[in-house]
């Protein structure tokens, strides 16, 4: 079966996913919600740093915000990580094929060695 995927969102996604910052947010979402005071606490940045972060988070839509008065968590929505899971599984059978590949090349290696010892 295969799954179309909206490749504008799926750049998103990446764009979201390429700065280590943000990938730490969504590590600590995935324990569970949080405000920004608390995504900010392991973090040297200031909070409006963090603010436009989560901002990057939420377009992407890894991360939505709750609405309880003053109170509004962030937390984690994973679903644009199965377009990135599904665009990855297109590329599964290539480094397979290649591990196998490698595989055999060390059982080859291996054997040799074996035949170079019993030969001494």
């Given at each position: 079966?295969?799954?179309?995927?909206?490749?504008d969102r799926?750049?998103?996604?990446?764009?979201?996913?390429?700065?280590?910052?943000?990938?730490?947010?969504?590590?600590?979402?995935?324990?569970?919600?949080?405000?920004?005071?608390?995504?900010?606490?392991?973090?040297?940045?200031?909070?409006?740093?963090?603010?436009k972060h989560?901002?990057?988070?939420?377009?992407?839509?890894?991360?939505?915000?709750?609405?309880?008065?003053?109170?509004?968590?962030?937390?984690?929505?994973?679903?644009?990580?199965?377009?990135?899971?599904?665009?990855?599984?297109?590329?599964?059978?290539?480094?397979?094929?290649?591990?196998?590949?490698?595989d055999d090349?060390?059982?080859?290696?291996?054997?040799?060695?074996?035949?170079?010892?019993?030969?001494?």
């Open positions: 079966m295969t799954t179309a995927i909206d490749e799926l750049t998103e996604t990446f764009a979201a996913l390429a700065n280590s910052t943000r990938r730490a947010i969504l590590a600590r979402l995935a324990e569970g919600g949080a405000t920004v005071n608390e995504l900010a606490e392991p973090f040297t940045l200031t909070l409006p740093a963090i603010s989560i901002k990057v988070l939420e377009r992407a839509g890894l991360v939505v915000r709750g609405q309880r008065a003053q109170y509004r968590p962030c937390v984690l929505d994973a679903t644009p990580l199965e377009a990135v899971s599904t665009w990855a599984d297109r590329y599964r059978p290539v480094w397979e094929a290649r591990f196998d590949r490698m090349y060390l059982r080859q290696l291996r054997r040799q060695e074996g035949a170079s010892e019993a030969d001494d």
